[in-house]
């Protein structure tokens, strides 16, 4: 009896411990597809004049792209209508109308899916929810968006090859979790070129995609070096140099329909830039969208601009462009992550 005893303590504490970890394990896979969302709200609301302002706003188009693309496709459900088929999908934005209730905005995490990002809106009335939206509706799509970066972050390390990445990684001083299917293009001194070529077909004909990312640091010596003016002469100096295209033609940045974008970011305890725009192939018509990640790294000094490219003229360019910045995001100084 006294073992027995002994042993239901034991299996007791480990449940315990696990319980949540196990919980987790439990949930099903996410349902959806990349840059959706499913929008529950009152079955009364959708009929408002407000609602058409809500979905203007949730449809925003991501900036720096050639064409219009919205950075989420909505999903428009009922309150009533929110049955288990919605319950398990990557992304939700549950809007809640009561005047019983407090108006503020939660997040949590795998509530009915793993890796799935639950966000609630509550508001005391529809004036309130519109206040609301003005003020953190940005904030919101960013969390979705992140969490969309997240997510791909993970599914390269699941399916991208260690080996790989372990000889980039000692390439450019720092760990990266690269998509499965990058080459090495290009690799000097300062400069890296991963390039990702396939054909998809479209219309009978098969299309060429391409996605790039570029890797390149110089030495670290002033704060002018992280104006928004230098970061796009150096990357204009570097992909003249390193990047050419047919008839030698080069890449560069394109700011003929649409100024670049500079937004603050941070790379670990340090504040970094976030860059989106066009770039173009000089002497050639040839050009797409870029995203850019430029930080400071103490560990040897250097400042490093981590620079996807996606090329797919037929298609739409976000998806793709998604995956790149994914890439770049996944970068740590090598001592961060071996401490995770």
Same mark, same amino acid.
């Given at each position: ?19 949540? %970890?196990?919980? +987790?394990?439990?949930?099903?896979? !996410?349902?959806? $597809? ?5 929008? #529950?709200?009152? *079955? ?113 390390? %699941?399916?991208? +090859?260690?080996?790989?990445?372990? !000889?980039?990684? $000692? ?5 990266? #979790?690269?998509? *499965? ?160």
């Amino acid at each position: 009896m006294r073992l027995n005893a002994l042993a239901l303590l034991i299996i007791s504490i480990l449940l315990f411990g696990c319980g949540e %970890a196990s919980r +987790k394990n439990l949930l099903p896979r !996410n349902t959806g $597809n990349l840059g959706e969302i499913v929008v #529950i709200a009152p *079955d009364a609301f959708w009929n408002l004049s407000e609602a058409d302002v809500f979905r203007k706003q949730m449809n925003k188009e991501m900036y720096g792209l050639p064409q219009s693309e919205r950075i989420f496709h909505c999903v428009e459900v009922k309150k009533s209508g929110f049955k288990d088929l919605f319950k398990t999908h990557r992304n939700i934005l549950n809007v809640q109308i009561d005047k019983g209730l407090e108006n503020k905005v939660s997040a949590r995490r795998e509530i009915h899916s793993r890796q799935q990002l639950y966000i609630t809106i509550n508001a005391k009335s529809v004036q309130d929810l519109t206040a609301i939206i003005e003020e953190r509706l940005d904030q919101i799509l960013q969390m979705f968006h992140d969490e969309e970066t997240v997510r791909l972050i993970d599914r390269n390390k %699941a399916f991208g +090859k260690a080996e790989f990445n372990n !000889n980039i990684a $000692n390439t450019i001083d720092l760990d990266i #979790i690269i998509q *499965d299917g990058f080459e090495v293009a290009k690799a000097t001194e300062s400069f890296l070129w991963l390039r990702l070529d396939r054909e998809k077909p479209l219309g009978g004909y098969q299309h060429q995609l391409s996605q790039g990312l570029m890797v390149y640091w110089r030495p670290y010596t002033d704060t002018n070096q992280f104006s928004d003016s230098s970061l796009l002469a150096w990357r204009n100096d570097v992909t003249k140099e390193n990047v050419e295209g047919p008839q030698k033609s080069y890449m560069a940045v394109s700011e003929r329909f649409l100024l670049p974008y500079v937004t603050e970011s941070s790379f670990e305890d340090g504040a970094a830039k976030e860059i989106r725009g066009l770039w173009r192939m000089e002497g050639y018509f040839m050009g797409g969208p870029f995203y850019s990640y430029s930080f400071y790294n103490p560990n040897n000094e250097m400042q490093y601009m981590v620079d996807g490219y996606v090329y797919a003229p037929q298609f739409d360019k976000l998806p793709l462009l998604r995956e790149v910045e994914a890439i770049a995001k996944s970068v740590k100084s090598r001592s961060a992550r071996e401490v995770e």
